[in-house]
Each structure stands twice: as C-alpha cells, then as structure tokens.
C-alpha cells in the first residue's frame, strides 16, 4: 500500500501515477476521502470515550440522590461509544479497500504507456547470423532428447513438459550456477514453501488485477506460487529487521505455477509460457533511502548471469501501464530468440518500495532507534525459459546445441548432439 502521509500531501503525484499506469485517477479522490472519513469517525469515538470515562469519575464521587440520573446518562452514553465504535469499525474496513485498490506510487523517470511503450536502455551483444535455416527450441529441444512436451501433455494437460536427460541437466545447472553466483554476491539462499497463505498472496500485491493468473487450492485456501518472491515477501511479515549492516538479500529457488489466463493461443508452442516452471529469485529488504541504487545492483547481476550464458540481449525500462501494481520501477532483460526474430523476457528486477512491506508491516528501526516501514525489490537470477535462449543461439549447422561454458560443469558436456 501505498504512504497515506505522502497521499494527503502530494495528491496530484498519485493521481499522475495513476494515469501513467493506465488507471482511473479518481480512486486517489477515493482514498482521500475515506482517510477523511475515518480519522473524523476516530476522533469522534475517541471523544465519545473520554467523555464515558470522565462520567465515570463524576459517578464516583456523586451523591445518593444524584447517582440515578448519572447512571442512566452513562448508559446513553455507552450505547453512544459502541455506536462509534461500530462506524470506526466500518470506516477502516472502507479506508483499507480504498488503500488496497491504490498501485504503487510509478517512480519519477518511468516511462508512461503500455505493454509496448518500454524504452530500451541498452542492447548488449549481436544476433548471430546463421548460414543455415535455424530451429526452434521446441525442435532442438526434442532432436536431442532434451524436452517432451507430448507426454508432459499426456501426464498433465496443456502447457506441462518433461524435462529429460541433458535437457534437465541444463535446467538444474543454470539454477546451481545462479545460487552459487548469489551467495558469492552475499545471498542467503532459501528454499522456500511454494503454497502460501492468502495474507500473505495479498501482502505481496497478487491478489489484484492478476489473481486470476494464481492457482488457489479452495479446500486449504492456500495458493500456489508464480514467483518465490511471494513467501521470501511473508519472510520477515510482522518483524522489525536490522537493516544497520546494510540490506538483507535472500535468494529463493522453488518451482512457480501460473495458470497463464488469458493467453491462449500465445506462446503455445515450447516452453516461454507454461504452467509450471523452476527459478531463482533474489528478494531484497533494504531501507527506502537505498532502494534505487540496490535496484541497479540487482539489474548487474542479472546482467552478470546473462553474459554467463553469452546470448545477446537487451535491457528496457518498463512502461508504467505494464508494471504490476506494487511495483514502482521495473527492469527487464530480454534475450534474442533467433526463430522469432524478437527478443523475449529472461529477466525482471523491481522496486516495489514501502508498498508491500507495508501490507505486510516489516519495519526496521532508523539511527533514531524509531521503527520505518522498510522496503522491498525482486530480481529473477535464472528461470526455466533460459533454456529457450541457449538451444536457439548457440545451435550449429548439424543439429548440435554448443554448451555456454560457465554450464559445461553442470551438463557433463560442452556440445549436445542428436
């Protein structure tokens, strides 16, 4: 959620946020007045409490005959505070929906517009001009025994796959190299639960206009994750850190699940957009002040990992309407897919700021010893979709897939052939 003081105070930035993104402005309005209303209804049963309270004392003192009177005056005026009460009640259910249904404030130098209004900061590497007719990854993929989308549909429907043989090998190896690299970088690495409960899902700011992408098992009303940044988020929920030695950096490999609604009919073919992959995510707990300059270094790192796979790529600044809601910058890193002539999203870092460690109250303590909403940023390190890059860019005219050599170790080889 977003800083109310900064809300009562800088109104129209919200309200350009909003635009920017894409929607409606007027829930700014909303929320003010709803933060109006609940701090008159506080003050009012506050009010209505002390008055109780100091009829109490009238009532302590007061004489035989006098008593009846009072007493029945201190009723009255108890069904009052329950009265107030009740609307206090109803004004901060009203204020925390109004909160809720506020993204994040977009950082200043975001670009405004849509899915394709991102700019692009830099391009790194040059697509590799084959003298042959290049495959897909799907293709390569099952020539050499690497992935088998048939019976990933037999055993579990649309969009599932096995990974086989070298084809899980290479999996397994990006993610080991990206843990090793974290922890060189001072990552704690965690594996996380993958099921987490609802408050924690909200916290994070997924149960908004993307819910539906989220698989909800109704029985436990649990939910299973699309990203462990979710429970590395619910980590910390409710504590006061020691961010006095710096951030605090985890690094969490788990498998993810989307349900990818409403994208039938694209990226139906492979692995770019599947139901179920695995990944390693950096999440950081840092304080506001840091949280701009922590964002470029886990956008290096990310770089650093990619360079690690040598295929070329780019970097782009995410445009406001495409950002999720608690995000208040985003970096993506996207790799040249040879088939598709186009560059697809390997990896995402944001700056998500105070607004889920608000929702999930993690606070640190300033040089002043007072307690600060802390903020928060996420960073993909290696997903399973890498794969698609590496089988594409470093295939050769026989059919073979040349290993990157930072995951020969890993593979057992340095050339995959049919």
């Known amino acids: 959620m977003i800083d109310l003081r900064f809300l009562r105070e800088n109104p129209e930035a919200v309200r350009a946020s909003q635009r920017a993104r894409g929607e409606d402005p007027a829930l700014v309005d909303a929320l003010l007045e709803a933060d109006a209303a609940r701090r008159a209804a506080v003050a009012t049963a506050d009010s209505l409490r002390a008055e109780h309270k100091a009829m109490g004392k009238v009532i302590g003192k007061a004489s035989k005959e006098e008593r009846p009177a009072l007493l029945a005056a201190a009723t009255d005026m108890s069904a009052k505070v329950k009265e107030a009460e009740h609307a206090q009640s109803a004004a901060d259910a009203d204020l925390d929906a109004a909160h809720r249904a506020i993204s994040n404030v977009v950082q200043e130098g975001a670009p405004a517009g849509g899915e394709d209004d991102y700019v692009v900061l830099e391009t790194v590497g040059t697509p590799a001009q084959f003298d042959f007719e290049p495959k897909d990854h799907l293709e390569l993929g099952e020539s050499l025994g690497l992935i088998d989308m048939e019976r990933g549909a037999k055993v579990s429907g649309s969009r599932f796959y096995f990974l086989t043989g070298h084809g899980a090998l290479l999996q397994l190896g990006l993610l080991q190299l990206a843990a090793q690299r974290a922890v060189a970088n001072g990552f704690t690495m965690m594996i996380p639960p993958v099921l987490v409960r609802p408050e924690i899902m909200a916290g994070t700011g997924f149960l908004g206009q993307h819910s539906d992408e989220i698989y909800h098992l109704e029985d436990d009303d649990l939910y299973l994750v699309g990203t462990s940044e979710v429970p590395l988020a619910g980590y910390h929920a409710d504590e006061i850190l020691d961010l006095s030695a710096g951030p605090k950096r985890y690094a969490g490999w788990s498998s993810c699940f989307r349900r990818e609604a409403g994208s039938y009919g694209k990226d139906t073919r492979g692995i770019i957009r599947v139901h179920q992959f695995d990944k390693v995510e950096m999440f ?122 930072a995951l020969v170790p890993f593979v057992g080889t340095d050339v995959l052939t049919p």
């Open 284 to 405: 950081v707990y840092t304080t506001p002040d840091q949280a701009a300059e922590e964002h470029q270094r886990l956008l290096a790192w990310e770089r650093e990992m990619l360079a690690a796979i040598d295929v070329p790529y780019r970097v782009i600044d995410v445009a406001a309407g495409d950002l999720g809601s608690s995000a208040a910058r985003k970096f993506d890193c996207e790799a040249w897919v040879p088939t598709q002539q186009t560059y697809r999203e390997l990896t995402s870092t944001s700056n998500c700021t105070t607004f889920q460690a608000r929702r999930l109250s993690v606070r640190y303590r300033d040089e002043n010893g007072k307690a600060q909403i802390a903020a928060t940023l996420n960073g993909t390190l290696a997903t399973t979709r890498w794969i698609v890059a590496i089988l594409e860019n470093h295939q050769q005219a026989d059919g073979s897939v040349r290993v990157p050599e």
